[in-house]
């Protein structure tokens, strides 16, 4: 397995230049000892949170009418974010 995974990590980092990956390497480092006093530090990329935009009102045609098209986009767009 583990020949397997080391395979795998060098074809993912093998067109990316060594020294982001240094650095990408010694911040999850650095992240995983802080968390027990901060879990913030866990958030190496830096990601944020985006506010809900205006969408469509279900009778508008776009959508079937019962918002259950509505709902499913909705969730499918924050849990991208959130990724």
Known sequence: MSQ????YYTRLTAGIDPNDVQRWEQQIVDAERRRRHDKTVM??????????TVVPEADSGTFDGDGGSLEWLQLALE???KQ
């Not at 958030?43 to 809900?52: A, E, L, M, N, R």
């Open 4 to 7: 397997t995974s080391d395979h």
């Open 43 to 52: 958030d190496v990329i830096g990601s944020v949170t985006v506010p809900t």
């Open 79 to 81: 849990m991208e974010e």
